[in-house]
């Protein structure tokens, strides 16, 4: 069937599988298998159109940026500046002031702790954080406390993988000085209820930073409505390209905020006597920016936004839905994450296979799923587990995808019964 | 997926988990603690979260008096130490480090592969280039603790 | 010609001009005119070779590195990690623990800024530094002493660009905690004795920080032979991404320092009550990296190796010396810096007009240059001047180069005499 | 180059720097400082480093009765500086405001070019989207003098 054709027929069925031809790296085979990439959660795959624009920034576009009068200069500048606006639009920022580039989730809430909490907290102060946190949102906020003398609180999951709402009620009220919290669980899937959070928190005026890695490639994210004071996430989990993400944060506390890094691009003014920052959102991009990534990142944002968030959210949890299914009926499946509300990811145990050996059992046939503790070992401590295994969910996956990992799974199962 | 590429992917993963694997895998020798430890290691394996602490008691002479291991980990890395604590007891600890360094050579690929005994079990991992790290965490560990060094052995 | 036939006489009279075919960027047209790049200070254009590398690395390998059994995630792996291998076979590192990739020099300087000097500098305590750095080397040491109270001691530069050793002399002996000193410098050109500085400082015991943005591009460097303790230089300048970096520094200093910024894949363990860090480079590299960049960074290493360093070295130090010669002979110039040893920039002054107005002029006519303060206001305040405008050097640059730039310099002494 | 590209691009540059615009370049009008300054601004422009102090006498009338400028810059932000403080000596600050606003506008496209007078010479730089940020840098800072908005006037 001729791509158009296919295209025109599952667009008429209205599902969104006619994008996952957008995907060159999903049209190859591994170990003499057709491709069956479920670890997208990891780190996804780029759309031709990421990869050209990139490719075509670098053809006829690039220069250093923001501080040249030449036209390629200009030309840079205005692409890596559209960028911003677009990623603006996306997440429906107040506006592109609050829109910092960084190199990714990670460095997004580095600079959070370092910049905003850490001239702020004094020894015995808390930090708020939940068992289901991604290591990115624990090892920040323990380099801070080794800093300044403040301690981590955890607000505890149950056995579904859904926080303890009651105990984080109680913890709120103990003189927390942030909030910073995933908005989807990377390990277990679990779609953290942030809206409500973020409202106990400001009425104990507390500030939330919210750790949006797993959420913004999976469904609509609105930061005004969501009302956090910080929203951090990676280009490529989102098909974008590595090495940037996106710190969105208020203006006014980024007003408030010292800059992160020095250097060039973030000051107005250098004397050895002093020197005068930049506007936002530049006082807190120093050096030259990851314009290429910047780009590529618009261009996944463009690309997600013409299939739409809400089409993508639906197409994944259905699928999600499948996955589950069909997964429990493997005998010996043991499910790790059984939130009501879950997004794009499944883990789970099988027999006593040992993830790690599940996972080359499973690549052998060309199905890519992640194995071990997923940056999230407090999740693994909690569940007594070394690690699980993992199958993760983007807009291109289907109903094949599911099926493959399933018949994979039953050789496995033969493997080990020897 | 075509039943020929399945068939050669199934004997590489049956050649990977041999039985002798699959054995010491569920039934590790060796598993435990020592009542006199001399020398001891842990062996960490980042990519997947492989875990293991060696116990060793080396004797005035010199020799793997004893050896024993603790942790949880895949079968290939549970095996791979089940395997060597079997080996080595008995040997003189430049002999072990000298066996266990042609191991980490052999399965690595680095050198054509020498003559193992027991051990050619764990050559599976040749074709299997994310693996080896799970092979030699043991050995790794093994080392580190007859040099006596403090930081966790890792494989990365 | 074809090119085959350029590329061999070219290679026949033992210059490099050939190589320019390789940038797809330079064959365009710019205000109607074939564009003149020399603008490389401020970024360098890419062959296709790194072009391609990443898109290839986009359509067939991508996945997260260092977390996954599966072969795609051993693939990205594998080519992540021979990047590293090949930066530190190109600099001459002694071993690739001490090759740690950050998002450029910026985030390499203010890494050695934070983790090495924050814990070890008390108030009163002094960095020292030349006038001619670059902001990037400049604010964030102004941060750190903001934040210990330490001081900065400025080496002097004279009328030619060079330092004033007499006075380094004096102030190395005076109680550095840290000498933080540019190779080459990016508004004036010069190269510093840097080798001969690090003897002087290491007779103190002063550590010694290089940066080498404007060096690694233009010639061979050995930080062995050098024996700083850091080193750190941009993928950008040297043909290579951009949002990518690498800091070299000497693995016994790499192991005392705690690490810069919290994430995953910089630990081995995560408990709440306590974490576990990598091993070296890894405890540097704090959640997923550029792993693209890496990879085009590589490829760009590949690329200046094939070419030689050497011959890249004396092709640029030819064209300069043209460059210099020609646009001295236009009257009413001026140029700043004039320093005995000088490599890839010429800074000047046209007239009384200002760098702002030389620079639309020349762009008007395809001819693309930087003026401004270029990131070393220090550098403008010496020589009081408000800017320059600057051409700088990279090897795909040609004498016609040289000529158009004279040319439109010619055409603005005409519009500005009206 | 190709000779009729070369004329029109020479074209184009004779319209950014008309004789007018040369003419405030080299000898700006009411630079220097004010005896008596009632509000006062900075502009900085970080992409080249024009930076100017903008001085502004402003009655109980609400009219802006002297005003000056210091600082360096390209030929296009002190030409700008220069007819700007030409123009609205006399002038009501909401006047000089609106004025401030659709000259901003018009230089910078977004609106058809408005009467202007002699700042019709500014229209130059709509061909040069670099430089509109030269040409707007004193009215920025105007607009922030008379908010007695302390922050320096950036156009980025
Ligand atoms: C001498 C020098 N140091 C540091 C830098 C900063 O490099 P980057 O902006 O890539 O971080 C530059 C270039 O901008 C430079 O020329
Ligand atoms: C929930 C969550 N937070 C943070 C991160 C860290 O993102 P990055 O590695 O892109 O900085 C990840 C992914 O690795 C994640 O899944």
Redesign the interface.
């Known amino acids: 069937m001729s791509k158009s054709l296919r295209q025109a027929r599952s667009e008429a069925r209205g599902d969104i599988g006619a994008c996952r031809d957008d995907f ?2 999903l049209a ?1 085979k ?6 069956v ?1 479920l ?1 997208s959660a ?2 996804a ?2 759309p031709v159109a ?3 624009a ?2 075509e920034y ?7 940026v ?9 030309r840079a500048t205005e692409a890596y500046e559209s960028a911003r606006d677009e990623i603006a639009g996306f997440i429906n920022a107040g506006n592109r002031r609050e829109v910092v580039f960084t ?5 997004s ?2 600079l959070v ?1 370092q910049s905003f909490c850490r001239p702020r907290l004094r020894a015995g102060d808390r930090i708020l954080l939940s068992q289901l946190e ?3 949102n ?6 801070l406390c ?1 800093q300044t003398g403040a301690e ?1 609180l ?1 607000v505890p999951i149950d056995e579904r993988g859904e926080l303890d709402l009651a105990t984080f009620e109680r913890q709120i009220e103990s003189g927390v000085k942030i909030l910073a919290i995933a908005h989807v669980s990377n390990a277990l899937g679990t779609v953290l209820p942030v809206a409500d959070l973020v409202r106990r928190a400001k009425q104990q005026g507390v500030p939330v930073l919210v750790d949006g890695a797993q959420a913004v490639p999976h469904m609509p994210v609105d930061v005004q409505s969501l009302d956090c004071d910080f929203y951090a996430f ?1 280009g ?1 989990k989102m098909c974008g ?4 993400g996106i710190l969105y944060a208020k203006e006014a506390l980024l007003e408030r905020m ?2 992160y ?12 006597e ?3 920052y ?2 936002l959102p ?1 006082k807190f991009e ?8 910047a780009i590529g990142l618009g261009a996944a944002v463009r690309y997600l936004s013409g299939i739409g968030m809400e089409r993508i959210a639906e197409h994944e949890s259905k699928l999600l839905q499948y996955l589950t299914e069909q997964v429990s009926r493997v005998p010996g499946i043991r499910l790790i994450g059984t939130a009501r509300h879950k997004a794009s990811v499944q883990s789970f145990l099988l027999d006593d ?5 599940l ?17 999230a ?2 999740v ?2 909690f569940f007594r587990v ?2 699980t295994a993992r199958a993760s969910l983007a807009l291109y996956n289907n109903r094949v995808d599911v099926d ?1 990992l399933v018949e994979s799974l039953a ?1 496995a199962k033969e ?2 019964s ?1 | ?2 039943r020929a ?2 068939d ?3 004997a ?3 050649e ?2 041999r ?1 002798l694997i ?1 054995d010491h895998a569920r039934s590790p020798r060796h598993f435990g603690k020592l009542s006199a430890i001399t020398h001891t290691a842990e062996g960490l394996n980042p ?5 293991l602490r060696l116990y060793l008691q080396i004797d005035d002479d010199d020799r793997i008096s004893d050896a024993a291991f603790e942790g ?5 890395s549970v095996a791979s130490a089940s395997l060597m604590t079997d080996a080595i007891i008995g040997m003189r600890t430049a002999e072990a480090v000298d066996f266990s360094n042609a191991l980490i050579a052999s399965v690595t690929g680095r050198d054509s592969p020498v003559e193992l005994g027991k051990l050619q079990a764990l050559q599976g991992v040749r074709e ?1 280039p ?2 080896v790290k ?1 092979a030699t965490l043991a050995w790794h560990a093994m080392n580190s603790a007859i040099r006596r060094d403090h930081n966790p052995a890792s494989t990365e």
């Open positions: 060159p790296a190859q591994i170990n003499g298998a057709p491709l990439y670890d990891a780190s795959q780029q990421v990869i050209d990139v490719a670098h053809r006829h576009i690039h220069a250093n923001h501080r040249g009068v030449h036209t390629l200069s200009h190199s990714g989730t990670t460095e809430i580095n702790a991604h290591h990115s624990i090892v920040p906020w323990q380099l080794d981590l955890v990676s490529h390209p590595t090495g940037i010292p800059p890094q020095g250097g060039g691009d973030m000051i107005l003014e250098v004397r050895f002093g020197t005068k930049n506007d530049y120093a050096g030259t920016p990851n314009i290429s990534g296979i040992h993830p790690h050996d996972g080359t059992i499973l690549d052998h046939q060309g199905v890519a799923i992640r194995t071990g503790h997923h940056c070992m407090p693994m401590d070394p690690g493959r050789q493997i080990f020897q | 997926m075509n590429a399945n050669l992917s199934t590489e993963l049956r990977l988990y039985e699959l990519l997947c979260g492989d875990k949880s980990g895949c079968a290939i299997f994310s693996r799970c």
